[in-house]
Each structure stands twice: as structure tokens, then as C-alpha cells.
């Protein structure tokens, strides 16, 4: 199944108006969100469980699967509040903060960001926050909490899954920048979360499963990893990544 053209993703967006009503009349809580996911199945998935307006306040006016795309449907319909996946084609969800800095500070409207991502790892949770995040939930968030989310970053709050917080609280706290790890850096955000999900214990099935890709595909960035750290099987991986404390 393909994913939509950045002129469909633009057009099938509701236009924003900055005035709509919560459906059902006045009085109750509303906010205009747009899903970013390169995932079809994610999007529809978080709208079937949160995007039933009468019941959660929750409108979604837009979606969006890379980096052009989610500007575009972004700067069209201005939502509230977008919430973003980190890893992403066309340069990740950094590249979407970066791209709409100028939204985010419009003292009017401003435009609000909630990662959504099944990564933890602490360089992707404070990487985004630097960007201008608000928050940063994983995807194994109940639908309750992520609507709860949703309106907390709507109303200007940080939000944080549990043990994410941490890695933010520290990394602001210290005035010294991360140190950069060369051989980290060589892997792509996809061949990241695989490395991550070996390191566990998952089985190929079980990351195919979690990742929404194909077990050949898992296979392959398994290779590549193996390839670019110059280890030999998933043993030495599994080392190597407790070693940098990336488990």
C-alpha cells in the first residue's frame, strides 16, 4: 500500500481556521492535531483511538508519512499540536522542528509538538527536545494518556513517558555537550532501533512485528549493522550496546 503524495497528505487536510468548536457545542475541550508517521497502519491505528471527536475533543485535520509532507499538511492546517515520530524519511522529526521554528514561536498560535515514537533511546528523546519538542511519549502509551498528553502540550506543559524524563532532566543539567560516539553516528535511525531491539533479546519476528517492517528487512539492517560496527554476530551486538548503554 503507498503511502499518500505531499500534495494529497496537503490536500486532504481540513483548512485551518483557528476557530473551530468542539463538536457537540461549546463548552467541552478541543484541539486540531496532525499525525506524522511514516507508518499507515500507526496513523490509522492512533486515529481510530483517539480521533473520535464527541468523545475525546481530539480533531485530527491532517497526516502526513516524511519530512516534506508534514510540513506542508503543517504550515496548511496550523493544528494545536502535531504529534511527531522521530525517525522519519527525509531527514527525521528534527528536520520537521527545524522547519517549523517559525511556527512554534508565533505568540498568537503557536504550533506545539508531541513526539510519539517507539524508540527511548536518550539521544532521540533529548535530540527532539533541544529541537522544540514538548513532550516525549513511546508508542506503548494507552489511549487515555496520549489524549490526556495531546491537551497538556496543547495548554504549553512538558510532557514525558515515565523514565524519559530523566534523560531530559539530565542532559539540561549538565553544561557540557554529549559526547559524540563516531561508531554510533555511522548507523542509520532505523539500523539504531534494530541494534536496540537485538541488544533485548527481540527475535527477527518480533522486531518485524514492533517496527511494522518485514523480517528481510530486518535481516538486512541487522548486516549492515554488523558490518559497519565490524562485529561478527548478535552476541558481540548485544556487547557492544550494553557497553554504551543504549539497551
Known amino acids: 500500500m503507498s503511502e499518500p503524495t505531499e500534495a494529497n497528505a496537503a490536500a486532504e487536510a481540513a483548512p485551518a481556521d483557528g476557530t473551530a468548536e468542539p463538536a457537540g457545542g461549546t463548552g467541552r475541550r478541543h484541539v486540531r492535531v ?147 560516539d563516531e561508531d554510533l553516528d555511522r548507523l542509520t535511525q532505523r539500523e539504531r532501533e534494530v541494534l536496540r531491539l537485538i541488544a533485548r533479546g527481540y527475535a527477527y519476528k518480533e522486531i518485524a512485528k514492533q517496527l511494522f517492517i518485514s523480517v528481510k528487512t530486518v535481516e538486512s539492517h541487522v548486516s549492515a549493522v554488523l558490518r559497519k560496527l565490524q562485529l561478527s554476530n548478535r552476541h558481540e551486538l548485544t556487547r557492544w550496546a550494553t557497553a554504551r548503554r543504549l539497551v
Request: aromatic share 4%; proline share 5%.
Open 34 to 180: 496532525v499525525l506524522v508517521d511514516d507508518h499507515r497502519m500507526f496513523r490509522t491505528g492512533v486515529q481510530a483511538e483517539i480521533g473520535q471527536t464527541e468523545q475525546t475533543g481530539v480533531e485530527v485535520v491532517g497526516e502526513a508519512a516524511d519530512v516534506d509532507q508534514a510540513v506542508t499538511v503543517i504550515t496548511a492546517t496550523r493544528p494545536e499540536v502535531v504529534l511527531l515520530d522521530v525517525h522519519l524519511p527525509g531527514g527525521g522529526g528534527m528536520e520537521v522542528l527545524r522547519r517549523c521554528t517559525s511556527l512554534m514561536g508565533d505568540p498568537e498560535r503557536p504550533v506545539r509538538f508531541l513526539a510519539l515514537s517507539v524508540s527511548d533511546a536518550a539521544e532521540d528523546v533529548i535530540g527532539v527536545i533541544r529541537s522544540g519538542a514538548r513532550g516525549y511519549v513511546t508508542k506503548t502509551i494507552t489511549g487515555t494518556d496520549l489524549v490526556d498528553s495531546i491537551f497538556r502540550v496543547q495548554e504549553g506543559d512538558a510532557v514525558f513517558s515515565p523514565r524519559l524524563a530523566g534523560f531530559v532532566l539530565d542532559a539540561f543539567a549538565s553544561t557540557d555537550a554529549p559526547p559524540v
